[in-house]
């Protein structure tokens, strides 16, 4: 094991290398000219939607450590850097004279990733809001209000429309749609499955939605706009509460190797599967019996695992389609190079300051290593 700036450090370089390509081609209004399109055989239409997946998908990952003060030295150059680029990505993507306008109309996919922009926008308010100039605002208010247009499946996708409003109404737009949110909420709600678990719609799936969308999505909404119902603020406990428990099976899942079951669709985003860990360790929230240094070091396992795997990258430095390394077999007919980039949300933690325990304390095994190695844990119960 290593020590936590040490792992920080690593997990900085996997940003950068998974972000990189993607800003910097996004910040010169050339994300459609230097991307590949990697997908499923005969699945050309993805190309209408997979510029705007890997802008969206990435900056909802990095936002919370975009939106960090106080860094320092090479870590500060790199934000500052990285915050730069995002904001000029943004501008380009959502200015319909931009040679690199995106598309947030045409097909139900943009209403996907209008909301990973939109999530975005919520986890950082100064880099990727304030700062933008006017122009800019009205462009990303009006392509998220085009996505308006998309009517959601009856599953998860009924959060995307939502976190678009809850982001309209942190904006102050005022034609913002409480229906929407409403919806949602009380949906997902009659889908609550017991122990820390929904359903992906009326029925269970064993996949990794509870973090890719559910839970995530359905924290940051109440926390946006949960003062404006007295019954959406009601329903904030709840939900945190659930998604502790969810949080505690996800770190259960990782073996003492690093690894984790590849069970249900959507494996393509690797690590993203761990975004309601990633986000509870990012609030301080995890439960007192489970130690931030042994999250970090159970995260770090599985992102070297999946990182380093042969064929991760292609020669450019662009994602490629697998879960440990490049395995085209693994992506559905609605995966492409684009979809990839929902692993950055795995990244989560490093919006806590370095000096934050989760970082600064000393490295320790996660659950299933210290179980497999002989010691003698409490059981672990389910969520009443």
């Not at 139900?108 to 975005?120: C, E, K, M, R, W």
């Not at 669709?265 to 990012?282: E, K, W």
């Not at 490049?326 to 190079?337: F, H």
């Amino acid at each position: 094991m290593f020590d936590g700036q040490s792992d920080r450090r690593y997990w900085l370089d996997v940003l950068n290398r998974i972000a990189r390509p993607v800003l910097e081609a996004g910040a010169a209004a050339e994300l459609k000219k230097r991307m590949p399109v990697e997908a499923a055989p005969g699945m050309t239409d993805r190309a209408h939607y997979t510029h705007l997946e890997a802008a969206c998908r990435l900056l909802c990952g990095i936002a919370p450590w975009l939106e960090l003060t106080d860094l320092r030295r090479e870590e500060e150059t790199l934000r500052a850097e990285f915050a730069d680029l995002a904001r000029r990505a943004i501008a380009a993507a959502t200015n319909p004279d931009s040679p690199d306008f995106l598309n947030f109309t045409q097909g139900g996919q943009p209403v996907v990733d209008a909301a990973f922009l939109a999530h975005a926008l919520l986890r950082a308010p100064v880099q990727l809001w304030g700062r933008l100039d006017d122009a800019t605002k009205a462009h990303v208010v009006a392509a998220l209000r085009s996505s308006r247009v998309i009517k959601p499946h009856f599953n998860n996708w009924l959060l995307f429309s939502a976190t678009v409003e809850a982001f309209l109404y942190k904006a102050g737009v005022a034609d913002w749609d409480a229906m929407r949110i409403d919806y949602a909420l009380r949906q997902h709600e009659q889908w609550y499955l017991g122990d820390g678990v929904y359903g992906d719609g009326p029925e269970f799936h064993w996949d990794y939605y509870n973090s890719f969308v559910i839970q995530p999505m359905m924290i940051d909404i109440v926390e946006s706009v949960g003062e404006r119902y007295p019954d959406w603020a009601a329903k904030r406990e709840e939900i945190l509460r659930r998604a502790q428990r969810y949080a505690v099976i996800q770190e259960r899942l990782i073996s003492p190797e690093g690894t984790f079951p590849p069970i249900g669709r959507s494996l393509a985003y690797r690590f993203g599967a761990f975004q309601t860990l990633a986000q509870i360790a990012l609030r301080r929230e995890l439960p007192a019996d489970l130690a931030p240094a042994a999250v970090r070091c159970a995260l770090t396992a599985v992102i070297h695992r999946q990182i380093e795997a042969p064929g991760t990258f292609d020669d450019n430095g662009w994602l490629r389609i697998g879960f440990a390394g490049a395995q085209p077999g693994i992506g559905e007919r609605y995966i492409s190079t684009g979809s990839l980039y929902l692993c950055s949300v795995g990244l989560l933690p490093l919006g806590l300051p370095p000096e934050d325990d989760f970082w600064s304390a000393p490295p320790c095994a996660w659950t299933s290593q210290r179980i497999w190695a002989g010691e003698n844990l409490s059981c672990d119960h389910a969520l009443h």
